[in-house]
């Protein structure tokens, strides 16, 4: 990073945090964590992900699957032609596309098999990665770059097709809670105090729980099955996650969902061990835990609770038809293959590598799951065949 660009981040990060603060006074000096997660990831123009850090890729400050290997999107492309075979054609709708490297290789290797969906249709919250996935899908060839639109909201009209979402639920705003001398405590934002004057850090608060948050920490702690340990337990859960399942797939009228993330079911999410919850930040490929070090200048994301996703979609009339570790689902969907058909050994290497960099338990292969949700579609999902772990949920 040159003079110019740490002088650049810092006056950024210093309006983000002046609006944060003002914010906060506004709201009486406390403010929920979600708040403040929705305002540091995403404040038009300041947040994380509307203005123009770099973000994913190995200059980033993280790397995801399909910025790790094309063999991600490939695999994925085997999904979405399975599915679209299924519903006789259709389009494939992606949530969160980053920096577009999933969408161009799906639809490179969707291509390459014949079967390109009529459609391919993104909606990015940020304007910044819209951009540059619109100047990456530009450079698609042939008929490809025309068959992407960018949508503000999902579809209106019924569609059928494949939906993918891959890391984009760990990245919606989440509330956190405390148990302190078995007392449940909201865990909010406010200002530091320093001999009475304000000294601008951004500290965590406690504050008793609200009624329908004790409510519904109280439900979580009944299915996970073991009653919450009451002293220093600090978790997060996330309640925009079901009405926003329910809202992307609310149009979807025959096809599959499919949502990759890091995260667990319930039970083990909220594992009396877990005592520390899942809350992580991530600047220039370092992971933390404080989510107050650099507002506005690295990410901020929570592991998923698979079995709210499941939650969110039996009340969206959707079925669950497979949950399976990325392991599983990349080679169900014939990962290894797609390492054999490169072209050269030395090609065949990096891939090799890479897969292994995807599947590895100590990787992304066991952390990372896969969730599938249905409406009328009964496309047999080779993802899903090799390991179901929806008893799990
Ligand atoms: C961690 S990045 C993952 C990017 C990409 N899917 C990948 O795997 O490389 C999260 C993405 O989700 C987007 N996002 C966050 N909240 C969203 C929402 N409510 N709707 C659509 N996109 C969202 C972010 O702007 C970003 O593109």
Redesign the pocket.
């Given at each position: 990073m040159t003079d110019a660009d740490l002088l650049h981040e810092s006056a950024h990060a210093a309006r983000l945090r002046r609006h944060i603060a003002a914010r906060i006074a506004a709201a009486g000096g406390w403010l929920p964590f979600d708040e403040y997660m929705q305002c540091a990831l995403y404040e038009p123009g300041l947040g994380y992900?509307s203005a123009g850090a770099r973000k994913?890729g190995a200059a980033g400050d993280f790397t995801?699957?399909?910025?790790m290997s094309v063999l991600f999107g490939r695999c994925l492309a085997r999904h979405c032609a399975a599915v679209l075979e299924a519903t006789g054609d259709g389009d494939v709708f992606e949530?969160?596309?980053?920096?577009g490297?999933?969408a161009f290789d799906v639809l490179m290797a969707m291509q390459a098999m014949g079967c390109p969906p009529w459609r391919y249709l993104i909606?990015?919250?940020?304007a910044d990665?819209r951009e540059r996935q619109q100047a990456l899908l530009a450079t698609l060839p042939g008929d490809l770059a025309a068959r992407v639109s960018w949508v503000d909201e999902p579809p209106r009209e019924p569609w059928r097709g494949a939906l993918l979402a891959?890391?984009?639920l760990d990245?919606?705003p989440v509330e956190c809670f405390v148990w302190r001398d078995g007392v449940l405590f909201e865990r909010g934002v406010g200002v530091a105090q320093d001999g009475g004057s304000i000294d601008g850090r951004f500290i965590w608060s406690e504050r008793p729980a609200p009624d329908s948050l004790r409510a519904e920490v109280e439900r979580l702690g009944a299915d996970a099955g073991t009653p919450w340990p009451q002293e220093d337990y600090a978790s997060e859960l996330c309640r925009r996650a079901g009405p926003?399942i329910g809202a992307v797939t609310s149009t979807m009228e025959q096809g599959v969902a499919l949502f990759i993330d890091y995260g667990l079911p319930r039970r083990e999410y909220y594992h009396p061990q877990r005592s520390g919850g899942t809350l992580r930040c991530h600047y220039r490929q370092r992971a933390h835990d404080d989510p107050f070090a650099r507002p506005g200048m690295e990410?901020i994301t929570a592991w998923v609770d698979f079995t709210r996703v499941a939650e969110a979609a039996d009340e969206a009339g959707l079925e669950v038809l497979g949950f399976c570790t990325q392991a599983a689902l990349l080679l169900g969907l014939g990962i290894e293959s797609e390492v054999a058909a490169a072209g050269d050994e030395r090609t065949r290497m990096q891939r090799a590598g890479e897969a292994r960099r995807l599947m590895m338990p100590e990787e992304m292969g066991e952390s990372f799951k896969a969730i599938a949700l249905g409406r009328g579609c009964d496309a047999p999902l080779a993802g899903f065949l090799l390991q179901d772990l929806r008893g799990r949920l």
């Open positions: 992900y994913l995801t699957a399909p910025e949530l969160g596309a980053g920096s490297r999933l909606l990015e919250v940020s990665l891959n890391e984009v990245a919606l926003w990410d």
